[in-house]
């Protein structure tokens, strides 16, 4: 009894092994129900980039405690607005729960998702696909970030105007570290853009940015900087960027030795008019003075006399008794150059005799008639 007792005992064994068996390699249209739920509660709330967590349990139907074994399904996960899977084939952990999170996918842009989580058996499994009856809401907010921009009066001051471009708010107070990103600065005066350039933001700088103004600014004038700051692709999505406001800076006002802008043409009139203007002045007075010195008929000493000009010759004329009072004016001969011999002394006339030896001359006399003046006898 003994003996067939243990090999009825045996082959019982050998059929619950069987069963056991068929029951793990059933086809779909006899597989046990599953059930898959969330176990984080919904809402699920986080910030742009922020690491939230998901967690889900797939169990048995018949028997809720059970779970279902890793190699038998894994998980989907679906988001609505999207038609492909946010992520796929995620596995069952002993205990029957799934996980999923933002550090296991791509980053999700700001918005408000539904999500549903999905069983799927593996081919032959002996259970049933199934999914979360109701869906769990994520919602991811976006990092505000504040732009503000300022220029250092010092360096106004020295004439090297600098921009300081600072990033804060939300995402700088969460990760301690600015969004890379890239600044665009426009500097203007009076309508006219005297600058337009982009600077490189790197990430994670903790000082604010410093930009140089290299080119040449006019002295004493008010200048404009407007400046605009785009995150990187990868961030811009989740960053609400308050772009900043406008600043004003006046350069120094130019002292003596500082150029002053002027037009060519009008430097050139300006210096040049008042140099002819002396220079006629020089010229008259020259001319003046040399038509005075041969009025009076002076001259440096050994100066040769010029002859006088025809103004002049008619001024002379007017004072003949002026002209025989002196020698006449002797002028120098042209081309060709004649040596004329020294003037000799005319001979004087014979002389006569004044002497008293001779007999005396008389001379003829004429009376007057006393009573006829008139008359003479």
Same mark, same amino acid.
């Given at each position: 009894?003994?003996?067939?007792?243990?090999?009825? +005992?045996?082959?019982?064994?050998?059929?619950?092994?069987?069963?056991?068996?068929?029951?793990?390699?059933?086809?779909?249209?006899?597989?046990?129900? $599953?059930?898959?739920?969330?176990?984080?509660?919904?809402?699920?709330?986080?910030?742009?980039?922020?690491?939230?967590?998901? @967690?889900?349990?797939?169990?048995?139907?018949?028997?809720?405690?059970?779970?279902?074994?890793?190699?038998?399904?894994?998980?989907?996960?679906?988001? *609505?607005? @999207?038609?492909?899977?946010?992520?796929?084939?995620?596995?069952?952990?002993?205990?029957?729960?799934?996980?999923?999170?933002?550090?296991?996918?791509?980053?999700?842009? =700001?918005?408000?998702?539904?999500?549903?989580?999905?069983?799927?058996?593996?081919?032959?499994?002996?259970?049933?696909?199934?999914?979360?009856?109701?869906? !769990?809401?994520? *919602?991811?907010?976006?990092?505000?970030?504040?732009?503000?921009?300022?220029?250092?009066?010092? *360096?106004?001051?020295?004439?090297?105007?600098?921009?300081?471009?600072?990033?804060?708010?939300?995402?700088?107070?969460?990760?301690?570290?600015?969004?890379?990103?890239?600044?665009?600065?426009?500097?203007?005066?009076? +309508?006219?853009?005297?600058?337009?350039?982009?600077?490189?933001?790197?990430?994670?700088?903790?000082?604010?940015?410093?930009?140089?103004?290299?080119?040449?600014?006019?002295?004493?004038?008010?200048?404009?900087?407007?400046?605009?700051?785009?995150?990187?692709?990868?961030?811009?999505?989740?960053?609400?960027?308050?772009?900043?406001?406008?600043?004003?800076?006046?350069?120094?006002?130019?002292?003596?030795?500082?150029?002053?802008?002027?037009?060519?043409?009008?430097?050139?009139?300006?210096?040049?008019?008042?140099?002819?203007?002396?220079?006629?002045?020089?010229?008259?007075?020259?001319?003046?003075? +040399?038509?005075?010195?041969?009025?009076?008929? +002076?001259? =440096?000493?050994?100066?040769?006399?010029?002859?006088?000009?025809?103004?002049?010759? @008619?001024?002379?004329?007017?004072?003949?008794?002026? @002209?025989?009072?002196?020698?006449?004016?002797?002028?120098?001969?042209?081309?060709?150059?004649?040596? !004329? =011999?020294?003037?000799?002394?005319?001979?004087?006339?014979?002389?006569?005799?004044? $002497?008293?030896?001779?007999?005396?001359?008389?001379?003829?006399?004429?009376?007057?008639?006393?009573?006829?003046?008139?008359?003479?006898?």
């Amino acid at each position: 009894m003994t003996g067939r007792t243990r090999t009825l +005992g045996a082959a019982v064994a050998v059929l619950a092994l069987v069963g056991l068996q068929l029951l793990l390699t059933a086809t779909p249209a006899s597989a046990e129900p $599953s059930q898959i739920s969330f176990v984080t509660a919904s809402p699920v709330q986080t910030a742009f980039g922020g690491n939230w967590n998901v @967690q889900m349990s797939v169990r048995f139907a018949a028997q809720s405690t059970v779970p279902i074994p890793a190699e038998q399904a894994s998980v989907d996960i679906y988001l *609505s607005g @999207q038609a492909a899977p946010f992520a796929s084939h995620l596995p069952i952990q002993p205990d029957g729960s799934v996980f999923v999170s933002q550090a296991t996918t791509t980053t999700l842009a =700001p918005g408000e998702y539904q999500m549903t989580a999905q069983l799927v058996p593996v081919t032959g499994s002996f259970i049933e696909g199934s999914q979360t009856a109701t869906p !769990l809401v994520l *919602s991811i907010s976006a990092y505000s970030i504040d732009a503000k921009i300022d220029v250092d009066a010092a *360096s106004v001051a020295a004439g090297e105007p600098v921009i300081e471009a600072r990033l804060s708010g939300q995402f700088v107070d969460t990760t301690e570290a600015v969004p890379a990103g890239t600044w665009a600065f426009t500097i203007t005066s009076g +309508g006219t853009t005297v600058l337009e350039t982009e600077v490189a933001q790197d990430a994670g700088a903790d000082d604010a940015l410093r930009y140089a103004i290299t080119e040449k600014l006019d002295k004493g004038r008010n200048y404009q900087v407007a400046a605009t700051f785009t995150p990187i692709e990868a961030l811009a999505a989740g960053l609400e960027v308050a772009q900043p406001s406008d600043v004003t800076f006046h350069t120094p006002d130019g002292g003596l030795g500082d150029p002053v802008p002027y037009p060519l043409w009008l430097l050139i009139l300006t210096c040049v008019l008042p140099l002819a203007l002396a220079a006629a002045v020089i010229v008259l007075t020259v001319r003046i003075g +040399g038509r005075r010195a041969v009025l009076a008929g +002076g001259g =440096p000493a050994g100066s040769t006399p010029t002859a006088p000009t025809e103004e002049f010759v @008619q001024v002379e004329d007017l004072f003949p008794l002026q @002209q025989a009072a002196g020698p006449p004016a002797q002028y120098p001969v042209d081309t060709p150059t004649q040596v !004329l =011999p020294p003037a000799q002394p005319a001979p004087y006339p014979p002389g006569q005799d004044w $002497s008293l030896d001779g007999p005396p001359e008389e001379t003829p006399t004429e009376r007057i008639d006393p009573g006829d003046p008139d008359h003479l006898r």
